[in-house]
């Protein structure tokens, strides 16, 4: 049995068109930057994002990891959102690997960090506290619902970062859903950012990997830590071949993933017994939690839209997250609509 499969945008598997260029790509040993394949990922990856230079790299986390690496020394600190990936779902690796101290702010519901409570946060002066280093934003904010973030609040984020002799980190795990919400380009919003990761492996449906972006001399250092972190890879062409079809293809059709998670929210607020937030979808995900005369748990209407053929995922006992995909056609919306009916009725 095929399934709906809306619990991450993760799910993606390549496209038959990834399948056959992965296939026939060329390949070398990109440890000795011999991969034309990989190497022409990179060369569009830096001008897609308007940087300098790009680092292909097999996962957003390790993308993340190696730029907190090469920005910061131990007993350093980094501003992070207390909602954000970097903070809540990347293993600690910052402290663990880094000997690196986050600063956790809140994010906001519209997924920005306040400007006031940044200025706030960043340390004065003295032998006893730690040295901030770095700020980090997440474009879009996955857990405040997909949000994306603007270019004028990253434009007013990066001049607090400099005026304050700080760098500007962004994961972009899902920046050009971002972009493609707001009709702007990539480059245009994270062009006041140092370094900034995105991830190929999610909407952009490629099996594997992620991209960090930076000036040259960042990009080298990143790739000597990737190596340290055991994150060479060899004949890798095979797998960035699916990423250039990412980039030249998948990120033109991200806005008919966001039409269809606004019909799927569109018809998701006709069953009684579900709130769909009220500014939800934002971008590719819908939020939306069960109302209080709702007795059955959101994981045992989990399992019951299993037996529908939809998978979701529950964010906890009241509340769900779905994201929409390559793979999620119109038919597939309606389908999940009428399996949500079913679950509830
Ligand atoms: C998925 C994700 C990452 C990490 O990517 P992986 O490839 O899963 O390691 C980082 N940040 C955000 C916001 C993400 O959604």
Request: net charge negative.
């Amino acid at each position: 049995m095929e399934y709906i499969d809306l619990r991450s945008d993760t799910v993606t598997k390549p496209t038959p068109e990834m399948r056959e260029a992965m296939a026939e790509a060329e390949v070398g040993d990109d440890v000795y930057g011999d991969d034309p394949t990989v190497n022409r990922l990179e060369g569009l990856a830096a001008e897609m994002l308007g940087k300098e230079a790009a680092l292909f790299v097999p996962s957003g986390t390790m993308g993340n990891l190696i730029a907190l690496l090469v920005h910061c020394q131990r007993g350093h600190e980094v501003i992070v959102g207390n909602r954000s990936h970097i903070y809540l779902n990347e293993a600690g690796g910052m402290s663990a690997l880094g000997g690196i101290q986050p600063c956790p702010v809140e994010n906001q519901p519209d997924g920005t960090l306040a400007i006031d409570d940044i200025l706030a946060s960043i340390r004065t002066e003295d032998v006893h506290h730690p040295i901030t280093r770095l700020i980090c934003l997440e474009n879009t904010q996955n857990i405040c619902g997909g949000v994306p973030l603007t270019v004028e609040y990253t434009r007013q984020v990066g001049d607090l970062a400099r005026q304050n002799g700080l760098s500007l980190h962004i994961d972009g795990a899902r920046i050009f859903n971002a972009a493609a919400a707001q009709s702007v380009l990539v480059k245009e919003l994270v062009e006041p950012a140092d370094s900034v990761m995105f991830c190929l492996s999610k909407g952009l449906a490629a099996p594997v990997g992620s991209i960090l972006v930076g000036p040259s001399e960042f990009v080298s250092r990143a790739r000597h830590i990737r190596k340290m972190l055991g994150g060479g890879m060899r004949q890798v062409g095979v797998i960035a071949a699916a990423g250039i079809i990412s980039l030249e293809k998948m990120t033109r059709r991200l806005n008919e993933d966001h039409a269809r998670a606004r019909r799927l929210a569109d018809g998701l607020r006709q069953i009684r017994g579900l709130v769909v937030d009220p500014q939800s979808p934002y971008t590719n995900m819908v939020y939306l939690s069960l109302s209080e005369e709702v007795s059955t748990s959101a994981h045992q209407i989990t399992q019951k839209m299993k037996e529908y053929g939809v998978l979701v995922d529950p964010e906890n006992a009241r509340r769900f997250r779905l994201v929409i995909h390559y793979w999620i056609d119109d038919s597939a919306v309606e389908k999940t609509v009428s399996a949500f009916q079913k679950a509830l009725h």
